[in-house]
């Protein structure tokens, strides 16, 4: 073989491949097995999600198939089957799935009712109107005796008539007399009724259900009615619980007897509060606390013992209590050192206490804007002219100035 020959097969064969080449190809084959078993769960995690999603909408195909069923309520129980009221009203004698457990089937539970046979198909849980789950529902107001100002009196008169209650059970057993179910407050608006209020839930660890009287002033012929009577029902649940009824003459008006439906319908609503207050069911660790700025407005059987059997009058803060009331409010603010809380309380004549928290608000709002760290002399004065221009409806200054 010659040497031309051999030069020649050397050209024809081709290069080696290096171990750096080989060690690349290895890298790039594992990265892309890697990112291809990334995507392969992926996918699946993508597939499983898919599939519960059509699992879900199956189920909600299969229900919205199926016949509806009608909501009812379970009178009695008898060897035949069941009486339940429909929500309709009908009443009938219906069949019982024996799968329900019997301990369940209690006088008054909600059912639901095949739409065909109306047998009792399952025991529903309890429900509650929105109105009654969307009104001020507290476990534990915030508000104490501490946060309230001016109302010593009257402080010291719905303690005894509704702390007693929770805190002295016994003692009432042992002299034969029922506690007191409710106090009416009376008193021009701003002057701390629904605070004393929570502060008595606060005081005794009772759940605060708060709501206004004219929410329970329904259109439909029987609903304002139910509504009551479905929030003592939540209270009755929820005991020890304050029911607070702000605004009772919306629904407590007295009764005329040349009334339009409207008016009737009012007055049912009326009556359902008559006898949840004083009827058949305790009210047992249930008290009612209302309040009105109109109490001459009220119905008679309203007023009587047995229902409120105590009216405390919230007037006006005179300036002792406008004094206790400033210094509630301006306990955690910084004040000048020449601010007199004396001379202002004695400025403020016939303010609520709500007008008197305005009045520090504004002083506050006034120092914050003009960046100073504590609240002026200047600040109390402008916020004085500004309350009491509210106050008189009108843009003229009617007040005298705090340190004139």
């Not at 009551?228 to 008006?253: H, M, N, T």
Request: charged letters at 30%; aromatic letters at 4%; a negative charge.
């Amino acid at each position: 073989m010659t040497a031309g020959s051999d030069s020649k097969r050397s050209e024809d064969t081709p290069p080696h491949p290096t171990v750096s080449n080989l060690q690349n190809e290895i890298r790039d084959l594992s990265e892309t097995a890697q990112q291809l078993l990334t995507d392969k769960l992926l996918l699946e995690s993508e597939v499983s999600q898919v599939k519960k999603r059509a699992s879900r909408l199956e189920e909600e195909i299969r229900n919205l198939r199926a016949p509806p069923m009608i909501i009812g309520h379970l009178q009695d129980l008898t060897e035949d089957g069941a009486i339940v009221r429909s929500s309709n009203g009908t009443v009938f004698l219906v069949s019982v799935n024996p799968r329900i457990d019997s301990s369940k089937l209690v006088s008054g539970c909600r059912v639901a009712l095949n739409q065909d046979t109306l047998s009792v198909i399952e025991v529903l849980p309890d429900s509650w109107d929105p109105l009654v789950i969307t009104s001020e529902i507290i476990e534990k107001p915030e508000v104490s005796y501490e946060d309230i100002g001016g109302l010593t009196d009257q402080i010291s008169e719905i303690r005894e008539t509704v702390e007693l209650s929770f805190t002295n059970r016994d003692d009432f057993k042992r002299f034969s007399i029922e506690p007191p179910k409710g106090v009416l407050l009376t008193g021009p608006p701003g002057t701390g009724k629904t605070m004393l209020a929570k502060a008595v839930a606060h005081s005794t660890n009772a759940v605060f259900l708060g709501l206004v009287a004219s929410e329970l002033a329904q259109k439909y012929i029987g609903e304002g009615g139910r509504l009551v009577r479905e929030i003592f029902d939540l209270a009755r649940k929820k005991a020890p619980a304050i029911v607070f009824i702000d605004e009772l003459d919306a629904i407590g008006s007295k009764r005329l007897d040349g009334a339009t439906s409207g008016d009737r319908e009012v007055q049912r609503t009326l009556m359902q509060l008559l006898s949840e207050l004083d009827g058949f069911e305790p009210l047992e660790d249930v008290k009612i606390i209302a309040a009105t700025n109109r109490p001459e407005l009220l119905d008679s059987a309203l007023l009587r013992p047995g229902r409120f059997d105590r009216i405390v009058e919230i007037p006006l803060p005179d300036e002792d209590g406008r004094l206790s009331i400033l210094r509630v409010h301006t306990k955690n603010t910084p004040l000048s050192n020449q601010i007199n809380l004396e001379d202002i309380a004695s400025k403020t004549d016939g303010f609520s206490g709500a007008e008197i928290k305005s009045l520090v608000v504004e002083a506050g709002v006034s120092a914050i804007s003009n960046g100073r760290k504590k609240i002026s002399k200047s600040d109390f004065s402008k916020s004085l002219e500004k309350v009491t221009d509210g106050r008189n409806g009108d843009g003229t200054d009617n007040s005298s100035g705090l340190y004139d």
